[in-house]
């Protein structure tokens, strides 16, 4: 049974996210680090859905609704900062879409958010970052095979899926950008 306060709860979440997101844009700061606000944000976020589950279990079509399920995943995207909180959901994910219990598309972009954050090519080719002052596609791991992992997760070819013109805009210092994101992996615990 859908129970709405995911919907209700998690909704204010997100809110709350994108507005500091929109503070942080207009004042042209976004692309450059990893802003203490936003990550307060993010942090506080998590915290709040890990309680949710705690009480409720893991937000899955059945419980949380599909807009509950996509609410919940933007505050587990977000959650960058807490690597055992993200890999933990994933690890309910995939127990979740082994039972038809979840959007698989939303499982794919997790999984390549965590691997970017190891150092690891991603697997379904949803992650885009800053590379030579463009925007592109991290690396992924075996590339031959990726419409056909995608496929396997109902996501279209990669070739029919443009890199999106976002609002953001490539970093100042592109190689202050790459020791602090170095420094970050290691303090937050993705890399040693």
Known sequence: MID???????????????????????????????????????????????????????????????KGVRLSWLIIQHAISWPDFMKECLTQMRLAAAQHDYLLELLAYTDDRIAFFEDRPQLYGTNLDWIAGELKRTPIADPAFLDQRRK???????????????????PKDPEKKLREFKEWQRRVGWIP
């Open 152 to 170: 396997s997760l109902g996501l279209p070819p990669i070739s029919r899926v443009p890199i999106p013109a976002g609002e953001e805009r490539p």
């Open 4 to 66: 709405p306060v995911w919907e209700e709860k998690l909704s204010f979440l997100v809110q709350q996210d994108h507005a500091m997101r929109e503070v942080l844009l207009q004042k042209g700061i976004l692309g450059d680090t990893y802003h203490p606000e936003m990550e307060k944000i993010h942090l506080s976020n998590a915290k709040k859905l890990q309680s949710m589950i705690e009480k409720m279990g893991f937000p899955v079509l059945s419980n949380a609704g599909e």
